[in-house]
């Protein structure tokens, strides 16, 4: 494979707002953290696979996206924290509950301390940019809305909430439909949209487009900021050789009528992005990209580690660069 040109100067350090959800999502970021000086990245997460288990708030992605960048992340699984153990969780399968997803001792403190800040009415913005703070993490981690947002799946076994979908039932059931339920009335944050305003380019993270970004792009106000922000808007495809490289994004695309491929991304951002990274694999794509008005980038879009992470970081960092000089 040649080497990487996105054709433009470094211009050095730029303020960055990327938009993230599950594990993919959290990786770039990463990445992006460690290419970036401390303050300059914010991180606009999906909220819309929250859900409440045990009269606890448990914010999935949030998390994910937290105890990664604190460096704390289970490496092994990318969610949850390394080094966990399970003696509630254990205990309550003796009480006869269904444990059927996995709360860690150390994770159940940050639902707990969570779930008693919510109701005593803080926000999920102030929250979170506090736990943020006190494990160490550098950049702004923001939930796309204070507003409660709930994906539901139209499956075959009837309406199913995301987690009963991609934990409990482990992603078995074909998607035929997606709703967020609440997004209507949920608003954007000041943090959220000044993020947007103030930010030198705008990322996409490899996350699945349909439950992921979907859900964040469909919050009132927020597509429309983006799509008038002028700075360079950058995705990273998680579809290689037509498969996600985690988690159902291929069968969901396809299912919900969209091709599972980095050229079916390329459709389900276009209007939006400027510019797509995409996996060498999916070369022979680039020129059908192009007609959709995007820049197609190839590289290895596989991050299997922390230089992965670092090496893809720094090509969409040179890529929103790129774009940023060259006339329209």
């Not at 949850?80 to 150390?106: I, K, N, P, Q, V």
């Not at 800040?117 to 796309?144: A, C, F, Q, Y």
């Not at 993270?205 to 429309?224: F, H, K, Q, R, T």
Request: glycine share 12%.
């Amino acid at each position: 494979m040649p080497p990487f040109d996105p054709g433009g100067p470094d211009s050095g350090a730029m303020k960055v707002l990327a938009l993230a959800g599950g594990v993919g999502g959290a990786k770039l970021a990463a990445g992006l953290e460690a290419a970036l000086p401390g303050g300059d990245l914010t991180v606009v997460v999906n909220t819309a696979d929250d859900f409440d288990l045990w009269g606890l708030r448990i914010c999935p992605d949030l998390d994910t996206v937290m105890y990664t960048l604190a460096g704390l992340a289970n490496p092994e699984t990318g969610w949850g924290l390394a080094g966990e153990t399970f003696d509630s969780l254990e205990m309550l399968g003796r009480y006869g509950e269904d444990t059927w997803f996995w709360l860690g001792d150390r994770d159940l403190a940050t639902h707990l301390l969570r779930t008693s800040r919510l109701r005593s009415g803080e926000s999920l913005t102030s929250i979170t940019r506090d736990l943020g703070r006190r494990l160490g993490v550098r950049s702004e981690i923001l939930p796309m809305s204070d507003d409660p947002v709930a994906t539901v799946l139209d499956t075959p076994a009837g309406p199913l909430e995301f987690q009963e979908y991609f934990v409990r039932r482990g992603q078995r059931d074909e998607v035929r439909g997606v709703e967020f339920r609440g997004v209507d009335e949920a608003r954007p944050t000041r943090a959220v949209l000044d993020g947007i305003r103030e930010a030198d380019a705008i990322v996409l993270c490899p996350s699945n487009p349909v439950v992921s970004l979907g859900p964040i792009l469909a919050v009132p106000g927020v597509g429309d900021a983006l799509a008038a922000s002028s700075v360079p808007k950058v995705a990273v495809s998680p579809i290689v050789g037509g498969r996600a490289l985690k988690g159902p994004a291929d069968r969901m695309l396809s299912s919900t009528g969209h091709e599972s491929s980095a050229t079916g991304v390329a459709r389900f951002y276009a209007g939006l992005i400027d510019a797509l990274i995409m996996d060498a694999a999916d070369a022979g794509e680039e020129s059908e990209i192009e007609g959709l008005d995007v820049r197609p980038y190839l590289t290895d879009a596989v991050m299997h580690d922390e230089p992965d992470r670092a090496r893809l970081a720094r090509e969409v960092l040179d890529v929103a660069e790129g774009l940023s000089v060259r006339p329209e």
